[in-house]
């Protein structure tokens, strides 16, 4: 009896095995809902994958600099006025900070629950204490203006005053994102080129996110993504020039206007892995 039922799993889980090549893997974790940052801290990754590893969501985005957060954020006020207080809430970046003359940044910034003060010396935002006062050592957090504040986009950042008679200390002013898409309709210059606008010198960065997110959904790779979005079908036969010639990609310009985009891409797919369609025999690149 007992030679009898090792036999029959035995055929059970033979049986299961050959059922799987009937059906395609996905090599990213499952139920997975993270953020990835670029390794040059430029860019923020959000996606999540559902039970069998398959991706489901994504979302890419621009970490701008703290300098472009505050220059092309024109929904601040820099004639705020908080009653009984006698501070400063901004102050000149300084000529040697910044490329804009005449450039107002914050005193005070707020990074979740971090204060920080702009120190004009080192044309950086430095980590302060309750008093508001310089912290020293090692794990003393500071951004330089030319630096992006690599958090999630859930971590809310914000304009503060410091006022001593206050019990807070520090007085939120108002939040300010810190990406291209999250600053969306605060920043609309006028560019005649593309549709009529820009953000952040970003040219229509939200609308060709959106097509390579959904492209990417389809294919599950970044290669054959971009293939589709340079125009280039999979099954074009590159000694015809007819059909070279009449190529329309996308997104004009995707490897020009998005290297780092493409490059972060590329870093998360090493790092959570590739799809595989097992029932046309495909492998991953590393293999």
């Known amino acids: 009896m007992r030679k009898l039922s090792l036999v029959l799993i035995l055929i059970l889980v033979i049986g299961l095995t050959g059922c799987k090549g009937d059906e395609s893997v996905y090599n990213f974790k499952s139920r997975k809902d993270d953020y990835y940052i670029s390794e040059n801290d430029r860019i923020i990754i959000e996606f999540k994958t559902d039970e069998n590893g398959k991706m489901i ?18 929904n601040i006020n820099y004639d705020f006025l908080i009653e009984g207080f006698g501070g400063d809430i901004y102050e000149n970046a300084g000529f040697l900070c910044t490329q804009y003359e005449n450039f107002q940044v914050p005193s005070n910034i707020e990074i979740g629950n971090t204060k920080y003060k702009y120190n004009r010396t080192d044309c950086e935002y430095q980590e302060v204490d309750r008093d508001n006062i310089y912290k020293s050592g090692s794990y003393a957090r500071e951004y330089n203006l030319e630096e992006t504040i690599a958090v999630s986009k859930n971590i809310i950042i914000s304009i503060v005053a410091y006022d001593v008679n ?10 300010i994102p810190h990406t291209a898409k999250l600053l969306g309709v ?8 593309k549709d009529g606008f820009t953000s ?3 040219f229509n960065y939200s609308t060709d996110m959106a097509i390579y997110e959904q492209l990417y959904l389809k294919h599950q790779m970044n290669e054959t993504t971009v293939e589709e979005i340079n125009g280039i079908p999979t099954d074009i036969n590159l ?6 010639d009449s190529i329309t990609p996308l997104i004009a310009d995707f490897y020009t206007m998005y290297i780092e985009e493409n490059a972060a891409i590329i870093e998360l797919e090493s790092e959570i892995g590739l799809f595989v369609d097992e029932t046309e025999g495909e492998t991953t690149p590393d293999e």
């Open 186 to 193: 605060y920043s609309i210059p006028i560019n005649s080129d």
């Open 57 to 74: 969501e994504l979302s890419i985005d621009r970490l701008l600099t703290i300098e472009e957060m505050i220059y092309y954020n024109t």
């Open 166 to 175: 206050s019990a807070e200390k520090f007085i939120e002013i108002q939040r």
């Open 239 to 244: 000694l015809d020039l007819n059909d070279i």
């Open 200 to 202: 952040s010198g970003v």
